[in-house]
Nanobody, 126 residues
């Protein structure tokens, strides 16, 4: 059974940092790209970042470029999202998700991401 488990969310001040983790079980993560998404109350879900299975492709939402960094550790079956210089507009539930194996970071608007975690809340406020 494939499971994704996000952690690391919480409350932070503007300008602060958090590190999110996504632990994947039930498959060999080395064959999968993985994406991070977020959804704020009353808003549509949006893609935040993605890292390809071959490490050669990473993408970021324009508003988080230079502030967020995605990385992976296949031996630990874990993907990370480092959130720096947090802003109030980063407040959302953050999810990790997987596409099909050997698919390199499909567009966030596609239906290619079929396996999802439960999400972890990030709240940025003063």
């Amino acid at each position: 059974q494939v499971q994704l488990a996000e952690s690391g969310g919480g409350s932070a001040q503007p300008g602060g940092s958090l590190r999110l983790s996504c632990v994947v079980s039930g498959l060999k993560l080395q064959y999968y790209a993985i994406g991070w998404f977020r959804q704020a109350p009353g808003k549509e879900r949006e893609g935040v970042s993605c890292i390809a299975y071959d490490y050669e492709n990473t993408v970021y939402l324009n508003s988080v470029k230079g502030r967020f960094t995605i990385s992976r550790d296949n031996a630990k079956s874990t993907v990370y999202l480092q959130l720096n210089d947090l802003k109030a507009e980063d407040t959302a539930v953050y999810y990790c998700a997987l596409p099909l194996p050997l698919e390199r970071c499909p567009p966030a608007s596609s239906r290619a991401y079929s396996k999802w975690g439960q999400g972890t809340q990030v709240t940025v406020s003063s």
